[in-house]
Antibody, heavy 120, light 113 residues
Framework: QVQLQESGPGLVKPSQTLSLTCTVS??????????WSWIRQHPGKGLEWIGY???????YYNPSLKSRVSMSVDTSKNQFSLNLSSVTAADTAVYYC????????????WGQGTLVTVSS | DIVMTQSPDSLAVSLGERATINCKSS????????????LGWYQQKPGQPPKLLIH???NRESGVPDRFSGSGSGTDFTLTISSLQAEDVAVYYC?????????FGQGTKLEIK
């Protein structure tokens, strides 16, 4: 059974870059059937999709965040990563990594989430 | 972007009674090539990630109790819990995966009356 686990700093200073990694276990990230996403949830609020990446490295970012987002994949470590630059307090949220199915199912597997607080 | 709007925002239902949550998309999420609506439903309990319940609007995920059902097509969808159990208290989200950016409804908080 595939499991995802987010890791990274829980506190980031304003104007700096938020960096998170998602480690995939129980299955290979090299799989044409799946894409790998980041989704965030502001405290007490709804869900916002940040973007996705395929194992090949191809990406799609939410236009609302596109100017500040980059994602990468490390197939040797079975990981994918998120960088969000120039953060402000509005980027404080729980960040989830999740797997999406290319053939008709949305996000079927999620990490537990990690709270990132932007504060000086 | 496709805007997803859920109703109601919150709902209180007695144990054993039916709970109904609605979701409307600002444009159709139906693929004419396979006649499937790319709409999913999730359940999120406090401190947990969302759990996928339904995909393609009406296909229940493996292991999801059959009291959960999804219906609808095109732009209007419904999640029904036929007989509410205590463990069903959660926030429920719909999500379209017809196009990017993927978008979610604002959530419906389900409580016990």
């Amino acid at each position: 059974q595939v499991q995802l686990q987010e890791s990274g700093p829980g506190l980031v200073k304003p104007s700096q870059t938020l960096s998170l990694t998602c480690t995939v276990s129980g299955g290979s990230i090299i799989n044409d059937n799946y894409y790998w996403s980041w989704i965030r949830q502001h405290p007490g609020k709804g869900l916002e999709w940040i973007g996705y990446i395929y194992y090949s490295g191809s990406t799609y970012y939410n236009p609302s965040l596109k100017s500040r987002v980059s994602m990468s994949v490390d197939t040797s470590k079975n990981q994918f990563s998120l960088n969000l630059s120039s953060v402000t307090a509005a980027d404080t949220a729980v960040y989830y990594c999740a797997r999406g199915d290319s053939y008709g199912r949305p996000f079927d597997c999620w990490g537990q989430g990690t709270l990132v607080t932007v504060s000086s | 972007d496709i805007v997803m709007t859920q109703s109601p925002d919150s709902l209180a239902v007695s144990l054993g009674e039916r709970a109904t949550i609605n979701c409307k998309s600002s444009q159709s999420v139906l693929y004419s090539s396979n006649n499937k609506s790319y709409l999913g439903w999730y359940q999120q309990k406090p401190g947990q990630p969302p759990k996928l319940l339904i995909h393609w609007a009406s296909n229940r995920e493996s292991g999801v109790p059959d009291r959960f059902s999804g219906s609808g097509s095109g732009t209007d969808f419904t999640l029904t819990i036929s007989s509410l159990q205590a463990e069903d208290v959660a926030v429920y989200y719909c999500q379209q995966y017809y196009s990017t950016p993927r978008t979610f409804g604002q959530g419906t908080k389900l409580e016990i009356k």
